[in-house]
């Protein structure tokens, strides 16, 4: 549960600080970059999102916050509760998932890209794999509203300990 302290002003839910932010701004760090240095910020960004999603997960699951319920289906109902658009995930076997993201804020704070721009969702999704079940995954961004129109990104997750049929699946999605 999140507690918003006004006088304080500060957003909390149990240990971790939350902010209030409009997307654009945030995405706006990217358009102000020089064109060849917009990949450094995508790439840091997602490595950002994995090292701090990682450690509130890390905070939550002792808590037993996460509890026996699929930690991934748990995350995607907090998204949607923090802003992170609305989540689906799909089980394609394996281990290996696909989560569709309608409404990614990142995606609407960039605008359009000749990219995918759901650097910070590809970090969580990763963290979530390590943090949850224990497993490094890759995560690639295969579809991004940003850059094909429409509203859904779509992302998928593979355990890098996947079977060579799963990895085959999956590279076919490419």
């Not at 224990?134 to 859904?152: F, I, L, N, S």
Request: net charge negative.
């Amino acid at each position: 549960m999140f507690t918003h302290d006004t006088q304080a002003g500060v957003i909390h839910e149990g240990p971790v600080r939350y902010l209030m932010m409009r997307p654009d701004v945030l995405m706006g760090i990217a358009r102000e970059l020089p064109a060849e240095d917009i990949g450094t910020f995508f790439t840091a960004f997602e490595k950002s999102a994995f090292r701090h999603s990682r450690r509130s997960f890390e905070l939550y699951q002792a808590a037993g916050r996460f509890g026996t319920d699929d930690f991934l289906a748990r995350t995607a109902e907090v998204a949607a509760t923090l802003g992170w658009g609305s989540w689906s995930v799909t089980n394609l076997g394996g281990g290996a998932r696909e989560i569709r993201v309608d409404g990614s804020p990142f995606a609407a704070g960039f605008g359009s890209a000749s990219h995918p721009v759901c650097a910070a969702i590809s970090g969580v999704l990763r963290a979530i794999a390590l943090t949850g079940y224990g497993a490094d995954a890759e995560v690639k961004e295969v579809a991004c509203a940003a850059h094909v129109g429409g509203r859904e990104c779509r992302f998928l997750l593979m355990p890098r300990t996947a079977s060579e049929s799963v990895r085959a699946a999956w590279s076919e999605e490419e």
